[in-house]
């Protein structure tokens, strides 16, 4: 069955070309013109990615990933009216996956929409066997993460991102190689995107995220697991 995408969009005509856009791809769309719509469509029915704007009436882009974090891990891409590094990395740390800067090219939002539903419909399988790291425990097969016994929520992103770092130990990663074997994408992108997502990660899997022991910073290189 083709993905469903939501499109949270409140201008009239940017919301058209999108919806074009997608199901000249042989995409389902659904459409949301305001934040408090998207949240009641994401709760009411299940769709396979969601395009957010981040300027929106009544509720805004920040507000409604926040909101739709809380009990789900759909695939969230921001679109953002300008390249402004405070909104992007807000943006990311409050869980979404991705962002898209306006303009954007047709070519590089579906790229980026393809790589979302992708990987989310493909779990990953990369590490099979358990890694466990001081009190931190990974079960890529479960799906699962724990750390001194209880349970850590992570974001499919988050999750996928883990598993890979922990399936080649101490080796580096570089932020691009990294946005081509995490996120899908063949060609380089902001590392920002990557920066954002291993802080994140770090404030849930690491004893002091200040002076992370697991994921570490190889400077000028890019980031490690230590086992």
Not at 25 to 48: F, H, M, P, T
Request: glycine share 6%.
């Amino acid at each position: 069955m083709p993905a469903k995408v939501l499109v949270v969009e409140d201008e009239d005509s940017v919301r058209l070309m999108l919806r074009l856009l997608l199901e000249d791809e042989g995409y389902r769309v659904v459409e949301a013109s305001n934040g408090r719509q998207a949240v009641e469509r994401v709760r009411s029915e299940a769709v396979d990615l969601v395009l957010l704007d981040l300027r929106l009436p009544e509720m805004g882009g920040f507000d409604v990933c926040r909101s739709i974090r809380v009990d789900n891990d759909v695939p969230i891409i921001m679109l953002s009216a300008n390249d402004d590094s405070h909104d992007i990395v807000v943006s990311l740390e409050l869980g979404a996956d991705d962002y898209v800067t306006k303009p954007f090219g047709d070519k590089e939002l579906l790229a980026r929409v393809r790589a979302q539903i992708r990987r989310s419909r493909g779990m990953f399988r990369e590490a099979q066997t358990v890694v466990i790291v001081d009190d931190l425990e990974i079960r890529p097969s479960e799906g699962r993460v724990t750390k001194a016994g209880e349970p850590v929520q992570l974001t499919r992103t988050e999750f996928v991102l883990l598993c890979h770092l922990a399936s080649h130990p101490n080796r580096v990663f570089s932020r691009d190689l990294l946005l081509e074997q995490v996120w899908g994408y063949d060609h380089s992108g902001d590392g920002r995107l990557v920066d954002a997502h291993v802080r994140r990660l770090r404030t849930k899997v690491e004893t002091d995220p200040s002076n992370p022991t697991i994921i570490q910073t190889v400077r000028g290189l890019g980031y490690k697991l230590v086992p």
